[in-house]
């Protein structure tokens, strides 16, 4: 079993940045591809960034490309999300999560093996 715990949530106002950090313990971190998820009330998790157990492949979705950064330290067992330029419509609880893999990263939460417990943004206007 992997354990995800992130943190770096909080109220910002628009405009303003955050940067989201997830650990991850009791297995091997650079066996794991690592995504950010959101999820707002009564929708499904939707795919905000992966990145590849090396950090050499990443990818953003279309509404925070440009705004967005996904990175990881793998000495520390960490992901990272680097938010900036945030807007209302970023308000959500983010989710860290694992997907045991070797090659590059999927985008679809079903895939994902391990999950953290949320961490909720909220981007005031």
């Known amino acids: 079993q992997m354990q995800l715990a992130e943190s770096g949530g909080g109220l910002v106002q628009a405009g303003g940045s955050l940067r989201l950090s997830c650990v991850a313990s009791g297995r091997t971190f650079t066996s794991y591809a690592m995504g950010w998820f959101r999820q707002y009330p009564g929708k499904e998790r939707e795919f905000v960034a992966g990145i590849s157990w090396g950090g050499h492949y990443t990818g953003h979705a279309d509404s925070v490309k440009g705004r967005f950064t996904i990175s990881r330290d793998n000495a520390k067992n960490t992901v990272y999300l680097q938010m900036n330029s945030l807007k209302p419509e970023d308000t959500a609880v983010y989710y860290c999560?694992?997907?045991?893999?070797?090659?590059?990263?999927?985008?679809?939460?079903?895939?994902?093996?391990?999950w953290g417990q949320g961490t909720q943004v909220t981007v005031s206007s």
């Open positions: 999560a694992a997907d045991q893999r070797t090659v590059g990263y999927r985008d679809h939460a079903d895939e994902y093996d391990f």
